[in-house]
T-cell receptor
Framework: AQKVTQAQTEISVVEKEDVTLDCVYETRDTTYYLFWYKQPPSGELVFLIR??????QNEISGRYSWNFQKSTSSFNFTITASQVVDSAVYFCASMDTGRRALTFGSGTRLQVQP | DVKVTQSSRYLVKRTGEKVFLECVQD?????MFWYRQDPGLGLRLIYFSYDVKMKEKGDIPEGYSVSREKKERFSLILESASTNQTSMYLCASSPHTGLANQETQYFGPGTRLLVL
């Protein structure tokens, strides 16, 4: 069984601060896939990124960056120069390659104050 | 763009009622999923389906059933609603490519169900 842990329940920052959301995963699979989703107040989950277990390259997309480290089973997400529009709940998830279903962490609520 | 729609954003039902939550996707995806979201628990898988007429139990199927008569539509059924089924229900779909790294799930807006 897979498990995803997001230890930070809620984070509050002031606009323009950098913020890192932590994600730790557990899996027995040698090949696995990790995801980040954003859930704004409207409720719909928005896909942000997918990372394959065999690709440990970090990724940057604008103000967003992801740090994948197999040695610590972590897949952390950093927002640089946060903005009020970044306020949302962020979910980390892993894919069960058998069922093709996602196992989610409990989510981190990010509040960016102006 | 992938479009996943859910029939209702908000729903209020009485204990014991039979409840239908509908999900429709327009991208010809084979895989469809139902999750429920509760505070502090994230999203948990209820049922999923890889094809028409096919269904598989997820991690918390008790009290639920599903129906997939057409490829684009996946219905979640609460046979006799109970107060502990008050929750946010999210539907998702993904293509079946045979390669897990290409099967990103896309979510609908969710249905917030209140059972009184």
């Amino acid at each position: 069984a897979q498990k995803v842990t997001q230890a930070q329940t809620e984070i509050s920052v002031v606009e323009k601060e950098d913020v890192t959301l932590d994600c730790v995963y557990e899996t027995r699979d040698t090949t696995y896939y990790l995801f980040w989703y954003k859930q704004p107040p409207s409720g719909e989950l928005v896909f942000l990124i997918r990372r394959n277990s065999f690709d440990e390259q970090n990724e940057i997309s604008g103000r967003y960056s992801w740090n994948f480290q197999k040695s610590t089973s972590s897949f952390n997400f950093t927002i640089t120069a946060s903005q009020v529009v970044d306020s949302a709940v962020y979910f980390c998830a892993s894919m069960d390659t058998g069922r093709r279903a996602l196992t989610f962490g409990s989510g981190t609520r990010l509040q960016v104050q102006p | 763009d992938v479009k996943v729609t859910q029939s209702s954003r908000y729903l209020v039902k009485r204990t014991g009622e039979k409840v239908f939550l509908e999900c429709v996707q327009d991208m010809d995806h084979e895989n469809m999923f139902w999750y429920r979201q509760d505070p502090g628990l994230g999203l948990r898988l209820i049922y999923f389906s890889y094809d028409v007429k096919m269904k598989e139990k997820g991690d918390i199927p008790e009290g639920y059933s599903v129906s997939r008569e057409k490829k684009e539509r996946f219905s979640l059924i609460l046979e006799s609603a109970s107060t502990n089924q008050t929750s946010m229900y999210l539907c998702a779909s993904s293509p079946h490519t045979g390669l897990a790294n290409q099967e990103t799930q896309y979510f609908g807006p969710g249905t917030r169900l209140l059972v009184l």
